[in-house]
Nanobody, 123 residues
Framework: QVQLVESGGGLVQAGDSLRLSCSASRLIFTTYAMAWFRQAPGKEREFVSGISRYGNIIHYADAVRGRFTISRDNAKNTVYLQMNSLKPEDAAVYYC????????????????WGQGTQVTVSS
């Protein structure tokens, strides 16, 4: 069974940085596009960023473009989300997700999900 495990969340102050990691197992990592979503209390889950299987296609939500950077290390079966200049509105549970084919990066319809990691940003 495919497994995604997120790590790196925590409590930070506004303006700080965090790097989230998502380790994938039991899948051929390079066949999947990977993405990060987030869900704040009382809000719907939203797309944050996604990356194609070899990293040549990357998408960001407008709210994070210029502050967040997604990357992947296919040798380690891991995708990262570097989050800089964090704002209180970035606070949410961040989820890693995977979907095939890995050649495109959709903003919805992902079929493999991690359990999430909490990011809290104090003002």
């Amino acid at each position: 069974q495919v497994q995604l495990v997120e790590s790196g969340g925590g409590l930070v102050q506004a303006g700080d940085s965090l790097r989230l990691s998502c380790s994938a197992s039991r899948l051929i990592f390079t066949t999947y596009a990977m993405a990060w979503f987030r869900q704040a209390p009382g809000k719907e889950r939203e797309f944050v960023s996604g990356i194609s299987r070899y990293g040549n296609i990357i998408h960001y939500a407008d709210a994070v473009r210029g502050r967040f950077t997604i990357s992947r290390d296919n040798a380690k079966n891991t995708v990262y989300l570097q989050m800089n200049s964090l704002k209180p509105e970035d606070a949410a549970v961040y989820y890693c997700a995977a979907t095939m084919p890995g050649t495109v990066v959709p903003t919805s319809g992902y079929d493999v999900w991690g359990q999430g990691t909490q990011v809290t940003v104090s003002s």
